[in-house]
Each structure stands twice: as structure tokens, then as C-alpha cells.
């Protein structure tokens, strides 16, 4: 039984997601915690309430709802475009608010037309806030991890700075240090002495060794989201990185595309200017962005009204494109939120690319804002 109660409004919420053409899917409470360690993000490890089977798998009590979506998806064989609504408790350790509450949200699985996939997922996210909240003024804000990911690419960075810095994307406080370290390298900082020195000296089996006894000594082991060896791996990996300078041209670059704020009406041509002032390559993630926003405007949004931010990201790992946040005017409070994420169902196991996108609601909050 559920610790919490559902909110009043479900029952109309679960309409409204048929009217859109959504086919509700529930997926089960108790989820392999692997998928959610390896693809969700640092943020939502950190928040994972983890388990075991008798048979020592890994297990973890459901804390989002995309990924079991996608894996309930791959294992039916359903064809594509198809459209999944769902509703049900999500469980994360969190500062504010209870550990279990309610989530509800859409996802597209294979619409081969991204750009309008994408305005309707916007517009479907602000049409249903707009019916639970009526008359509240609701801000949004959007962010493009593609165009990120190419201005990155564009700057000729190693692939292991690019994926750090890929992987922190929507962290600002992350994203600070890393540009930080790779302005003035601090060869490992932090570290015991002892794993310094093997680190220094690539010495991958005394790493090993020595974190499996550190963990085994404190208990961690059993409890552990990644391995000794895995651990050994990123310290090595990140005393290579942490030899690489980026010189200052591009660092400064690299600050000043972040530092793009814009209405969404203005976004194009501000991005257009930074491409063409910088010299930087960014054609195709540029024509991605600007189709999404002509889509949006063939739906009637208000993209004056809407705003980008470069540096806007949201904290899980498996984004590719679009990424987005609908709040209520002068409050802080995420009241739903998603993106893109074309490279999730490969890597959970679909034998063929699917593009995906989707959002969640959360309900909590919804029902807070309501009451006020």
C-alpha cells in the first residue's frame, strides 16, 4: 500500500493523458538499480534507495519513471512512434519533501519528427499546467544539450574532457570547477597520499587492491555503486585529464557561449552571432534548434515569453537535445520538467536507435501550488 495519498486531481490528469493519445504503462516498484547507476546521472545516485536480491542483484526502489518505461517498451517489442503516459510513487532520498511522491508524465518513443516531438512535449508540459493551475503565471526555461555538446566537439577538447564536462552539464557549481581545473590543473588534489602516489605511478592493480581494502574495512563494499576496479579506472582516467591546460581563447569562448541568455524568440540569432563571432562549427546542432523553435511556433507558443539559457541542463546523464523546466512565476519549485534522450533506448538493450522524448510532473508540488 502506498505511504502517501494520491493527489485529487489524478483521475482528470490520467484523462487528459489519453486525450493526447498516451497509453498508460505502469512498470513495477522494485527496478534493477543498474540501468539507474550506470545511464541516471550523479544527482540521482547520490538519491537512489538501493537493495539486494537473494541472489545478490543489485535491486533499487523505483526512483523515476523513464527508464523503466523504456525497458517495459523493449521488452513488450511494441512498434514505434508510440506514446506512454504514467502515474505512480517515485522514491528519492531528498532535502525538501518526502522520500516517496507521486510523479506523472508523457514519453514519445519514435516519432521520426524531432523537432515537432519536441514543441509538443513543451506544449503538452505548459497545456497541462495551465489546466491544473489555471490562471497562474507559469515561466519556462529551455536548454539544448546538443548545441553544448557541439560547441564543446567544436573546440577540439580530448573525448575524456568532453565527456566530464558533457556529464556536468546542467551542474553549474560542476561545471565552475571543471572549467576551473582545466584552466589551472591540480595534479591529485584531494587524494590520501597513498593513492596519489599510485595514481602518479599508473599503478591500477595496487589501486584496486587497496580501495577494496578501504571498503571492505568500512563496510562500503556491499553497499558500493561501483566497483574498486571501476573507482581504480576514473582516478586514473581523471590524472590523465587533469594534465591537459585549455588555453585561454578557447576557455573564454567556452564562458561566453554559456553566458547566453535570451527570450526563445531572440535564441536563434543569438546563436547564430556566437557561431559566427567565435568561428566555431555549429551548423548542424543550429538547424536542430532552429526547427524546434519554428515548431513551436506553428503550436502557438509564446516564445517571447519562454527563455534559453546555454547553461541550462537538467541533472540526468541520459539527455541529448532539448531540455526543459516549467515552473510557476516568482517560485523556484520544478513543476515539470524533461527533454531528449535518442541514445537511452540503445543503450538499455533496443536493437535499433529510437528517438525519444518526454516529461514529468511533479505532483507534489502541483498540489502544493494549488492549495495556495
Known amino acids: 500500500m502506498p505511504l502517501i495519498n494520491m493527489p485529487d486531481f489524478a483521475g482528470a490528469l490520467l484523462d487528459d493523458f489519453a486525450a493526447r493519445g498516451a497509453a498508460r504503462v505502469d512498470t513495477p516498484v522494485i527496478q534493477p538499480a543498474e540501468p539507474f547507476l550506470d545511464m541516471a546521472g550523479e544527482d540521482l545516485r547520490r538519491r537512489i534507495f538501493l537493495t539486494a536480491s537473494e541472489t545478490g542483484e543489485s535491486l533499487c526502489l523505483r526512483p523515476e519513471f523513464t527508464i523503466p518505461v523504456c525497458l517495459n517498451h523493449i521488452a513488450s517489442a511494441t512498434g514505434t512512434p508510440k506514446r506512454y503516459a504514467y502515474l505512480g510513487e517515485v522514491f528519492r532520498q531528498r532535502r525538501d519533501g518526502a522520500n516517496e511522491f507521486y510523479q506523472a508524465g508523457l514519453e514519445d518513443l519514435g516519432e521520426p519528427e524531432t523537432a515537432k516531438a519536441d514543441a509538443r512535449a513543451v506544449n503538452d508540459a505548459v497545456d497541462i499546467l495551465r489546466h491544473l493551475l489555471p490562471g497562474r503565471a507559469l515561466t519556462v526555461t529551455l536548454g539544448d544539450q546538443g548545441v553544448f555538446e557541439a560547441v564543446v566537439q567544436a573546440l577540439g577538447l580530448p573525448q575524456g574532457w568532453q565527456k566530464r564536462l558533457i556529464h556536468a552539464f546542467g551542474d553549474s557549481t560542476h561545471l565552475t570547477q571543471l572549467l576551473d581545473r582545466l584552466a589551472s590543473p591540480q595534479n591529485g588534489a584531494g587524494l590520501a597520499d597513498e593513492i596519489k602516489a599510485m595514481v602518479a605511478a599508473r599503478d591500477e592493480a595496487g589501486l584496486i587492491a587497496s580501495l577494496e581494502r578501504t571498503m571492505q574495512e568500512t563496510g562500503y563494499l556491499t553497499n558500493a555503486s561501483r566497483s574498486?576496479?571501476?573507482?581504480?579506472?576514473?582516478?586514473?582516467?581523471?590524472?590523465?585529464?587533469?594534465?591537459?591546460?585549455?588555453?585561454?581563447?578557447?576557455?573564454?569562448?567556452?564562458?561566453?557561449?554559456?553566458?547566453?541568455?535570451?527570450?526563445?524568440?531572440?535564441?536563434?540569432?543569438?546563436?547564430?552571432?556566437?557561431?559566427?563571432?567565435?568561428?566555431?562549427?555549429?551548423e548542424t546542432a543550429l538547424e536542430h534548434f532552429e526547427q524546434r523553435i519554428a515548431a513551436m511556433a506553428d503550436l502557438g507558443l509564446d516564445l517571447e515569453r519562454m527563455t534559453y539559457r546555454a547553461a541550462f541542463g537538467r541533472p540526468l546523464d541520459y539527455y541529448t537535445g532539448l531540455v526543459f523546466e516549467v515552473c510557476q512565476k516568482n517560485t523556484s519549485a520544478v513543476l515539470?520538467?524533461?527533454?531528449?534522450?535518442?541514445?537511452?533506448?540503445?543503450?538499455?538493450?533496443?536493437?535499433?536507435?529510437?528517438?525519444?522524448?518526454?516529461?514529468?510532473?511533479?505532483?507534489?508540488?502541483?498540489?502544493?501550488?494549488?492549495?495556495c
Open 336 to 371: 515539470a520538467g524533461g527533454g531528449r534522450f535518442d541514445r537511452l533506448m540503445t543503450l538499455l538493450g533496443a536493437k535499433d536507435p529510437i528517438p525519444a522524448v518526454g516529461f514529468a510532473l511533479w505532483l507534489d508540488r502541483i498540489e502544493q501550488a494549488r492549495a
Open 228 to 282: 574498486p576496479r571501476d573507482i581504480a579506472r576514473r582516478l586514473l582516467e581523471k590524472q590523465a585529464l587533469t594534465e591537459i591546460r585549455l588555453d585561454e581563447a578557447a576557455l573564454t569562448l567556452l564562458k561566453r557561449f554559456l553566458a547566453l541568455e535570451a527570450p526563445l524568440s531572440k535564441a536563434v540569432s543569438a546563436l547564430a552571432n556566437f557561431a559566427g563571432t567565435s568561428g566555431l562549427k555549429l
